[in-house]
């Protein structure tokens, strides 16, 4: 038996076949560019459901891929991304305290607005590789996932992360992909988005 501690982490890995997702949920896994703007392409109605946004003691395996020596508190966002009123993402952001408001000046007044819509439009930003976990039954985030989407029965998610930077700022995006996120695929068309 895994001791409590394996548990809480997760196995981050620099290429997407790393965690033999399905073929249609590596599809979704490895989307280029804005997550958003392709769920909001495959939807009638997309929206930003918005859990906290608050101060928070970051995971285990985020303090890292932040630059902290060890966990301590962090701002931190966590939402669930809608299409069709059915949620499909779930979206958990920290930024380290030390960062200012002229790093990331938009994050606390995001609300229900898409954190990827500030990140892809802002020249300022620079993205940093995506890395790929399987998140099991015992990770916080999936507890998190279950209680905020109200799932129980899923034995692995798919997630995705990466660390973004703003002038002297860093902020760690991860989203987990919920299985509703395959239906997407198969009954909504690519709309034009011209």
């Not at 949920?25 to 804005?34: F, I, R």
């Not at 952001?93 to 938009?106: E, I, N």
């Not at 930003?125 to 890395?131: A, K």
């Amino acid at each position: 038996m895994r001791s409590r501690s394996s548990l809480r982490l997760a196995a981050w890995q620099p290429h997407s076949l790393a965690v033999r997702a399905p073929a249609r949920m590596h599809d979704w896994l490895t989307t280029p560019g804005s997550l958003t703007a392709r769920l909001v392409a495959h939807s009638e109605r997309f929206r930003v459901h918005k859990l906290h946004q608050n101060s928070a003691l970051c995971l285990a395996d985020e303090a890292r891929a932040i630059g902290l020596p060890r966990p301590e508190r962090v701002w931190e966002r966590e939402v669930l991304l809608e299409c069709d009123g059915r949620p499909v993402v779930f979206g958990h952001t920290v930024v380290p305290r030390r960062c200012t408001a002229s790093d990331w000046p938009l994050f606390s007044a995001l609300g229900e607005r898409s954190l990827g819509t500030t990140l892809f439009y802002d020249p300022k930003v620079e993205r940093g590789q995506l890395e790929f976990a399987r998140l099991r039954a015992g990770h916080p985030l999936v507890e998190r996932v279950r209680a905020a989407a109200g799932l129980s029965d899923e034995p692995v998610y798919y997630a995705r992360r990466c660390v973004y930077r703003r002038r002297q700022g860093l902020l760690l995006v991860t989203e987990v992909f919920l299985p509703a996120v395959l239906d997407l695929v198969a009954s909504a068309p690519l709309k034009n988005t011209k």
